[in-house]
């Protein structure tokens, strides 16, 4: 404890007699990225670049999380770089309390003097954040790494251009953006302002690139790059490089890296590229490349130089690829030319892009049965995770890009399915495929990081028209009891061509009480050829779903046999869903015809009589502007055709009638909510939209949500009868952390999903005063702690004196020292006096430890005491 208590010694009277500017030259840039280590837990790391020659050195650095916590964190790594810039790393964990967004900082005093774009440099605090987002909906996230360090030169009048080279290790998708450099509290400094430019400054949102086009005038000037991190859509981090640029009057041209096309493989293939570099003023060239390729611990890219010769320089850059390295997003691979001319080194700078596409699936075979095809396939290298299966009516000679992966809707297939096995049955979702068709197929791999492999090549398999065709099975009469169902078919044709068809024949009828005829029966037959009609009655075509096939047999005695394949056609099905307001209507069946359109008809309750409401070419419609509590009935006719004789021939069919009567139990989208706390007014203040603006429009009211612990199941504290009230204040007991969600209410009580949740923990509960004077004038004569509510319960409390003596300790979270040292009556003396305090603190992860270190300020002579730094 002592060895800590004199460092503390040592620092304060540092910064009380040491020259302040002297620590205030020495932050160049700096970026904070993280590594998500468990659900909660984050392994940071602050990377700064400081100047040398300024002898200042930060072993240790404080950051705030975001969560109200703060840590100081050491110094792991050091490593000095060109032009005097040294890089320092930092790095640390950290448990947050839940999820939310969190915004991590770190501040430092001070950029240094002279900075052209910031007012009052040298007194002006150098921070830098990152926003951390825990969402466990999004998936484990780490942030991109910054690989090419932020170190080079520009040149009054020439172009600068500087790619920070990010790196994304889950294969998230970034974007970029020049933002104000920050100062204290991680807020925009006061009259800070991008560089003057001749033509313009910014930064390229896709490439990363920041281009300086040109500078107009010599000295340091400070930017800031953004970079913001994606997936699926949606924003789930950002980082901040803060970076320095030097800019000075100079003769020398930079110099400059011939273009490289981007590059896609296949994995297993190599990579091997010629980069060659040129210096107009024949300067000595150094080449780094850096990229994600060079981070691989299996096949690692590498370069090495050709040729390095007065004004250019030939590296080549090789990669044997494998299949660790395939994802869905290229690798950036940076290069930077550096010269070495005597006056200032200036850089050229440029990039390509390698893809490594994983193998296609080979051996496509598809293998047609009555009203599906059977799809199987080998797997490729690279153990896929899954397989997209795409379909298309007719065959397609498909050209694609050779950097151009999967399929996209454009290319005229169409997504059937997706899994993780080697074979699929394509039946179109249980609806059956129509038969006369050829139906061609290509497979797509995908791969751990989303990766995707070129379509496979194309295999057609064709359903040849059952015999005989079937043309109609439509419901008559819609009734539980009662129901009828007429089928139909095609008299054969070439039945003379069938060897062995003399005669006499036979049509067998089998039904099978499903869509797809897993149960087929034998329900009646017909002798000879010429009837192919049948009613078939007494059937519940209200509530089931049936669905039937025709054999036809040679029935002559010793020479029975059947003659063709029987197709398979089911009834049209109707099932309701209702909503609010509405009525969703699904259409469900299995037939070798194929329909183009639906039409809806819906009972007029006044003629009863069926009127045709809408037409659909989709088997789903939605029928809205409803009355709810009321009965619609329905029922759907199919249009559509067949193949016959070489020709399409048009059919008709009836569904079932179906009733439903539409209620509200759709529920309400989730509000989007918003937490801050008051820590002055020990209150929490919960703000939230209001759906009814969005995507609601009965919501009548909000629950309020709230646990005093992350992690722990959410309490119902509240709720609010009155869609425009969104705020809402708490008061919260025993500690100002807790986690809160809020759901909203319709009309119909529909309980909307909880928000997502957002946690606080940002207040201070316990503060120490630096100045106390126990001289018996009646003000100020105790030593006391700010504990609001008393929500702190514990702390260890001990102060020393100049010589490192202990003189008072408790363990009372009030403390109230009366200037005396502890077991005696003697009153201490004027002077400095140091304190370490540990406290345990509430927050929503329970009770956590915060040292607190300072001085005390003690005047005990009458008022009148000198402070003693002896």
């Known amino acids: ?98 999820p939310g967004i969190y915004e991590i900082l770190v501040q430092d005093p001070n950029r240094n003097y002279g900075v052209e774009n910031i007012p009052n440099s040298v007194n002006t605090v150098f921070s830098v954040k990152t926003a951390l987002f825990v969402n466990p909906a999004l998936g484990y996230n780490s942030t991109p790494i910054l690989l090419n360090p932020p170190i080079n030169q520009a040149a009054q009048y020439r172009v600068f251009i500087h790619n920070p080279s990010a790196y994304d290790l889950d294969g998230d998708s970034l974007s970029y953006l020049l933002t104000d450099c920050t100062g204290e509290d991680g807020e925009p400094i006061e009259g800070y302002s991008l560089p003057a430019a001749t033509t313009e400054i910014y930064a390229d949102a896709i490439s990363g690139d920041l281009v300086w086009n040109t500078p107009a005038e010599a000295g340091k000037y400070n930017i800031a790059i953004k970079i913001n991190e994606w997936r699926s859509g949606v924003q789930i981090g950002a980082i901040t490089r803060d970076m320095q640029i030097d800019v000075f009057e100079t003769e020398n041209i930079p110099p400059v890296v011939d273009s490289i096309p981007d590059i896609c493989v296949l994995a297993g293939d190599t990579v091997s590229v010629l980069i060659r570099s040129t210096d107009e ?53 940076v290069i930077t030319a550096r010269d070495n001319h005597p006056d200032v080194k200036l850089v050229g700078t440029n990039k390509f892009d390698v893809k490594v596409i994983g193998p296609k699936p080979t051996g496509l075979i598809a293998e047609p049965g009555n009203a599906f095809i059977r799809l199987n396939w080998k797997a490729p290298d690279c153990n896929p995770v899954k397989y997209l299966v795409y379909r298309k009516i007719g065959s397609l000679d498909l050209i694609q890009d050779s950097c151009e992966t999967g399929l996209s809707e454009s290319s005229g297939y169409e997504f059937v399915s997706e899994t993780s096995d080697t074979l699929l049955i394509d039946n179109d979702n249980g609806e059956g495929l129509v038969q006369g068709f050829e139906y061609c197929y290509r497979i797509v791999a995908e791969f751990i990081n989303g990766g995707q492999s070129y379509p496979s090549d194309e295999f057609c398999a064709a359903l040849e028209p059952g015999y005989p065709v079937m043309t109609n099975v439509s419901v008559e009469n819609s009734d539980e009891f009662n129901g009828e169902i007429f089928v139909r078919w095609l008299t054969p044709d070439r039945i003379d061509t069938v060897a062995g068809a003399t005669g006499p024949f036979k049509y067998l009828i089998n039904r099978s009480n499903d869509a797809i005829g897993m149960h087929f029966q034998l329900v009646d037959s017909i002798s000879g050829l010429k009837d192919t009609t049948y009613s078939d009655i007494n059937l519940d075509t209200k509530t089931s779903q049936y669905s039937y096939e025709i054999e036809l047999y040679n029935d002559a005695p010793g020479n029975r046999f059947r003659i063709g394949t029987p197709p398979l056609a089911s009834s049209m099905f109707l099932t309701t869903e209702p909503s609010d307001n509405a ?124 646990s005093n612990l992350a992690g722990q199941q959410l309490d119902s504290i509240d709720r609010i009868n009155d869609s425009e009230t969104i705020i809402y204040e708490h008061f919260p007991e025993g500690s100002m952390g807790g986690c809160y969600a809020v759901a909203a209410v319709d009309s119909f009580y529909n309980v909307s999903d909880l928000s997502f949740l957002q946690c606080v923990d940002n207040c201070s509960y316990y503060e120490l005063p630096n100045v106390f004077s126990p001289n018996g004038d009646g003000i100020n004569d105790l030593y006391t702690a700010t504990n609001p509510l008393g929500y702190v319960k514990k702390i260890d409390m001990k102060i020393f004196n100049r010589l490192g003596e202990l003189v008072f300790q408790t363990d009372n979270p009030l403390i109230e020292w009366d200037g005396k040292i502890q077991n005696s009556n003697k009153m201490v003396s004027s002077g400095v006096y140091y304190y370490l305090c540990d406290v345990w603190e509430p927050r929503i992860s329970g009770l956590e430890l915060r040292n607190i270190v300072g001085f005390i300020h003690v005047y005990s002579e009458n008022g009148k005491g000198n402070v003693n730094y002896e």
């Open 1 to 98: 404890m002592l060895t800590k208590f004199y460092k503390i010694v040592i620092l304060f009277f540092l910064l009380v007699f040491c020259n302040s500017e002297i620590f205030a030259t020495h932050n160049r840039a700096g970026e904070i990225t993280y590594t998500q280590i468990s659900d909660l837990t984050y392994e940071v790391t602050i990377t700064t670049y400081t100047y040398l020659l300024s002898n200042v050195e930060r072993e240790e650095l404080e950051v705030e999380w975001g969560d109200g916590t703060f840590t100081t964190v050491p110094r792991i790594e050091v490593v000095d770089l060109p032009d005097y810039y040294r890089r320092n790393r930092y790095v640390a964990q950290h448990t947050f309390p839940g």
């Open 281 to 333: 003023d024949l300067n000595d060239i150094s080449v780094t490349v850096t990229g994600g390729p060079f981070l691989f611990e299996s096949s690692p890219a590498t370069t090495e130089i050709i040729s390095n010769t007065a004004g250019e320089n030939i590296t080549k850059f090789t990669w044997i690829t494998n299949c660790n390295h395939i994802r869905k997003e290229p690798f950036r691979v």
């Open 583 to 706: 009525v969703k209507i699904t259409i469900s069946k299995n037939t070798p015809w194929l329909d183009n359109e639906y039409v809806i008809y819906r009972l007029n309750n006044a003629t009863m009589l069926y009127d045709s409401i809408a037409y659909s070419t989709s088997r789903e419609y939605t029928d809205i502007g409803l009355k709810n509590g009321s009965s619609y009935c329905y029922k759907v006719k199919s249009v559509g055709t067949y193949t016959s004789m070489g020709a399409e021939r048009p059919t008709i069919n009836w569904s079932n009638e179906v009733c439903q009567t539409p209620e509200d139990f759709q529920r309400p989208c989730p509000p989007s909510l918003k937490v801050k706390s008051s820590c002055d007014s020990l209150k929490n203040i919960l703000s939230w939209n209001n759906p009814n603006l969005s995507c609601a429009n009965d919501v009548i009211a909000y629950n309020i949500y709230y």
